[in-house]
């Protein structure tokens, strides 16, 4: 959602020639509706990996989908589409072959999803080299980086400190785990919060489900005034990211834009059970000398040891934030929607 999102801002076109499709009960609906953008779902499902009794209702409202995506092309019109992965992709991909696409590839390794729509698009952009292996046949790849979101990195970091309650005297360790929170890393924080605490301040977002065990968490703590528990980020993202000198998050793939435009040294901890891509996101930024890597299943025993010896070790930490800022794209955004507008110049014609 928030590469395509990324890109819809940059272009700054308005409401009425734009279309947001995405699925029948998605979580983006509520927030692109929110931000007064026209939107409209289709039915989607996975095929793979569903059992038996699952995969004839799958394919049925696969078909369901691809039919009303007929429907709403047929009444919107585009001129192009942005594909960003994700089942809900392969119904309109299907429907839209025809019609000019792009299709942007998050993470490091594809999903099956984009792999199914890739053979559809006229463009296909990565946001890294290395994702070119997993398309050696398709002919027009181009390497973007990972559209971040306009002014995200706008604070400055005093300003930001004061946004949370922060001060200058020890330095800010930043803990996430996506919309949701990841109770895994919450747990390990939580326990190792009075050892973490002599020698950092915690930001920590725990997602909503969470909140209210680390604020009781909070309250037994000796010296509770340098934890900060939040239940969700969202417009005080690029805030969080500019008051933290460390992070500790999972490796979904917007920490392959969000990390290097900061600079930000992490501790990846990748989501064990979505197949290998935040691995191999992951493998990606510790490659390049960015981060490095606690397996989920090592958070207890793994986590304050790599912590610690990132915070003993600040010519490490220094060379970690220059690491990552080398893999920083922050025109990525305006990359996507150069070849959108490209794409869309060229179905209207040299006339137009």
Known sequence: MYPALAVLQTLGTDANSVLWVGGEGGMEAEMITRLSIPFTSIPAAGVHGVGLKTLPSNIARLLRGVAASRRILADFKPDALLFTGGYVAVPMAVAARKLPSLL??????????????????????????ESKAFFRYHKHLEITGYPTRPGLNNWKKADALKHFG??????????????????????????????????????????????????????????SSGYHPLPYLHEDMGAAFTAADLTVCRAGASTLGELPLFGLPAILVPYPYAWRYQKTNADYLVRNSGALMVKNEDLKAGLLPAVLSL???????????????????????????????????????PNS
């Open 104 to 129: 942007y590839t998050p993470d490091i390794e594809p999903g099956l999803a984009i792999k199914a729509i890739a053979r559809f698009s006229n463009c296909i952009a990565l946001t890294a080299p």
């Open 166 to 223: 922060l001060n200058e005297s020890k330095p800010v360790l930043f803990i996430f785990g996506g919309s949701k929170g990841a109770q895994s890393i919450n747990e390990a924080v939580f326990d190792l919060l009075p050892q973490l605490l002599d020698r950092v301040q915690i930001l920590h977002v725990t997602g909503q489900a969470h909140i209210e065990k680390a604020e009781a968490v909070k309250d037994g703590l000796p010296n």
């Open 311 to 349: 915070l003993d070790s600040p010519e490490k930490m220094q060379s970690m934030r220059e690491n990552m800022r080398r893999l920083a794209t922050p025109d990525a955004a305006e990359k996507l929607a150069d070849i959108l507008r490209n794409l869309a110049n060229k179905k209207k014609g």
